[in-house]
């Protein structure tokens, strides 16, 4: 079956960056278009970028300029790099299926200071 990892979340201050990494398995990666999700406490999961099979991608506008989404297909994983955090992007990150969905994986936390 579909499994999903997440890595990179960590603590960090108010403008500083991180990159996430989303391994994906069971699954045919590459004909796939993936998504980033997020949720913080009390709110629901929302979409924050995605990219097609063909390496387009797409941005909220909450992180548009300031969040990147990217594929390596040959190591089956996602990546999103995020700079200039705010403490608004705290939240559990969460990749999968940008237009249908598979089981989702644990996430991985992060926390930005202010």
Known sequence: QVRLVESGG??????GSLR???AASGMIF???????????????RE???SITAYGITNYADFV???????RDNGKNTVYLQMNSLKP??????????ARSQYSWGQGT??????
């Open 10 to 15: 960590g603590l960090v201050q108010a403008g």
């Open 20 to 22: 996430l990494s989303c």
């Open 30 to 44: 590459s004909i796939v278009a993936m998504g980033w999700y997020r949720q913080a406490p009390g709110k629901q």
């Open 47 to 49: 979409l924050v970028a």
């Open 64 to 70: 548009k300029g300031r969040f990147t989404i990217s």
């Open 88 to 97: 608004e992007d705290t939240a559990v990150y969460y990749c999968n299926g």
């Open 109 to 114: 936390q992060v926390t930005v200071s202010s």
